[in-house]
């Protein structure tokens, strides 16, 4: 039996159920992990995707569309089913998939959804993808230290963040488990701790800009 699909927020649209379970997978599988709110995607978004199935070895990537971000406000934020229709129209590629499935884990934490995963999927090889300007926050994630333990990450260069991040306490915590980028294609076989920093061509869109100019991605 199909389940129904669920509403969002109080009077928003709802969301698809298929939407909200996890993509399937098999072992043995590399797939990368990019989260975020996608408040609005865009192609910055996009040139991240590609950037990391290009130079990670990846056979899949999942796209997680969140609730929202802990660290920000929800005022402006669009309801959930919008915002996976939106990075969908975007993120067109065989082997992205766009996902929700983190509303489902009923937490809007990363540290449990990456647990969660490889808990499940113990040989599936997970990767989780972010941008340089991530980085540079990432120790006020919650549990950063257990995202770190628990899957190798990848950091794709963004304009104006080369060389911050790469000073950024996370980064200085797990400078020895740092692996050169021209092995990133290694990342995904890698016990973490491991992570790598990819530099390639930037694109400087960012949702922050084009919702302060009322513009889409």
Do not use: C
């Amino acid at each position: 039996m199909t389940a129904p699909d669920r509403p969002d927020r109080d009077g928003e649209p709802p969301v698809a159920a298929a939407d909200l379970r996890i993509p399937p997978t098999a072992p043995g599988l590399r797939i990368g992990l990019l989260g975020g709110s996608f408040n609005p995607p865009h192609r910055g978004h996009f040139h991240v995707a590609e950037t990391a199935l290009a130079r990670l070895g990846l056979d899949a990537l999942w796209v997680m569309v969140t609730p929202g971000n802990p660290l920000k406000p929800r005022d402006d934020l669009p309801s959930l089913a919008t915002r996976i229709d939106a990075a969908r129209r975007l993120m067109d590629h065989p082997r992205i998939t766009v996902t929700a499935f983190e509303a489902h884990f009923g937490s809007p934490y990363t540290w449990r959804t990456v647990e969660r995963l490889a808990a499940m999927h113990p040989q599936v090889r997970f990767v989780w993808v972010m941008g340089a300007d991530n980085l540079a926050s990432f120790h006020r994630w919650q549990h950063w230290r257990r995202i770190a333990g628990t899957v190798p990450i990848a950091v794709i260069d963004r304009p104006g963040a080369s060389m911050t991040p790469l000073s950024a306490p996370a980064a200085l915590a797990y400078a020895r488990h740092r692996l050169p980028e021209i092995d990133a294609a290694r990342l995904a076989d890698r016990p973490a701790p491991a992570w790598t920093f990819l530099h390639a061509p930037r694109n400087a869109l960012s949702s922050t800009d084009l919702r302060r100019r009322g513009l889409a991605g």
